[in-house]
Nanobody
């Protein structure tokens, strides 16, 4: 069984920094794309950053130049470094990953979500 375990959320003042981490565990053959999403109350969930297995990245316009996504393949972990935080960054942040597994003679890819971690930025 595959799980994504997140950590690093908390309360920070505007202009501060946080680093989120998400570690995948379980019967993993390989991990393809990984991403971070966020959702504020009353809003739709939005993708803020994504990274491919080869290291290519994409960012939402609202976080470009402030957030950095990177991964440690040896640890099956993805990180989101958040700098120059703003109150509008306040949301629950979720990790997402496409993971290749082996079962009953087959390789297949499933999509997984982390439990979410609260990020609150005060002014």
């Amino acid at each position: 069984q595959v799980q994504l375990v997140e950590s690093g959320g908390g309360l920070v003042q505007a202009g501060g920094s946080l680093r989120l981490s998400c570690a995948a565990s379980g019967s993993i053959f390989s991990i393809n794309a990984m991403a971070w999403y966020r959702q504020a109350p009353g809003n739709q969930r939005e993708q803020v950053a994504a990274i491919s297995s080869g290291g290519s990245t994409n960012y939402a316009d609202s976080v470009k130049g402030r957030f950095t996504i990177y991964r440690d393949n040896a640890k099956n972990t993805v990180y989101l470094q958040m700098n120059s935080l703003k109150p509008e960054d306040t949301a629950v942040y979720y990790c997402n990953a496409d993971i290749r597994r082996y079962s009953v003679g087959y390789y297949y890819i499933n999509n997984y979500w982390g439990q979410g971690t609260q990020v609150t930025v005060s002014s």
